[in-house]
């Protein structure tokens, strides 16, 4: 069968990358049926015979509109589909799709007619926002990490930062690699667009990692195999916590001189 990846080294790369990170976050339980969503900003390999293809679908309402993302191209995790078989199957699982003239509704362009996730409302907002800002993010993913999942259930956890200076002082490589820390954003509707809403807002602040309280995270990086290396890094700090629990005791965590000395000496902000 035909593929858009064909004779297009780049994009296929991109696709390849999209499939190994899928098979991880399968791997580490973080993405039970069809759990998780994946979407990258794919315009920049984008030729002009993908521009003159005629799309497969008819137009779709996004249920918003999004004036940055005019004409831009996405490949986007199908809805209901797994991400063990995205691992093995992306373009099978998954689609290109072009936003249309008005920014509100997008078509299908490539390989298949499949529909993709049901958190698209959320992932092309805050794609919307990061395009608007300049910003070289072309990734978003959201998965359901089980150990952060978890420590959201415990409301001291979800005021300001409380989660960010545990998880940080928990091994110090999750400041160096995660040092915008994790944001909270309130429990609400899955796919709703106030989540969407609430997830920009919070990335706004200047997060790369937001927590869906009871849900997953919501990370965005350059590519997505960095989105995920976030997520991971703050995900086995939270399972050196819950061991320590484990152990019958509260972990010391890095003492707050131990901290600063990381800050300094990585260049980390804050
Ligand atoms: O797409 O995880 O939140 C599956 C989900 C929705
Ligand atoms: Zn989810």
Redesign the pocket.
């Known amino acids: 069968m035909e593929s858009i990846l064909d004779n297009r080294p780049l994009l296929q790369r991109e696709i390849e990358q999209v499939a190994e990170v899928a098979g991880h976050l399968w791997q580490k339980g973080w993405a039970e049926r069809n ?3 994946i979407v990258i900003n794919i315009t920049d390999h984008i030729d002009t015979a993908i521009m003159r293809m005629h799309a497969i679908s008819k137009p779709i309402e996004i249920g918003t509109t999004l004036a940055h993302l005019k004409g831009c191209y996405f490949y986007c995790k199908g809805t209901n589909r797994r991400m063990r078989d995205l691992a093995r199957k992306p373009m099978e699982n998954g689609s290109v799709i072009r936003i249309t003239e008005d920014c509100a509704h997008y078509e299908i362009v490539a390989d298949s007619v499949v529909k993709p996730t049901s ?1 698209l409302p959320s992932h092309l907002s805050v794609h919307d926002y990061l395009t608007a800002k300049g910003s070289p993010y072309k990734a978003s993913l ?1 998965t ?1 990490p089980i150990e952060l999942v978890a420590m959201t259930h415990h409301r001291p956890f979800l005021e300001k930062d409380v989660l960010t200076h545990l998880l940080w002082s928990m091994i110090p490589e999750t400041k160096a690699f995660c040092p915008r820390g994790l944001g909270i954003v309130p429990y609400l509707l ?1 796919s709703s667009l106030a989540l969407a809403q609430e997830t920009i807002d919070t990335i706004e602040e200047d997060y790369d990692v937001v927590m ?1 309280e009871k ?2 995270v919501f990370a965005v990086d350059a590519d997505l195999m960095s989105a995920f290396d976030q997520v991971d890094v703050l995900n086995k700090a939270a399972q050196i916590y819950m061991s320590a629990r484990n152990m019958g005791f509260e972990p010391e965590g890095m003492a707050d001189e131990q901290m600063q000395e990381m800050t300094q000496a990585f260049h980390l902000p804050k």
Do not use: S
Request: no cysteine; glycine share 30%; charged share 10%.
């Open positions: 759990g998780g969503n958190e959201h359901h899955p869906w849900h997953g």
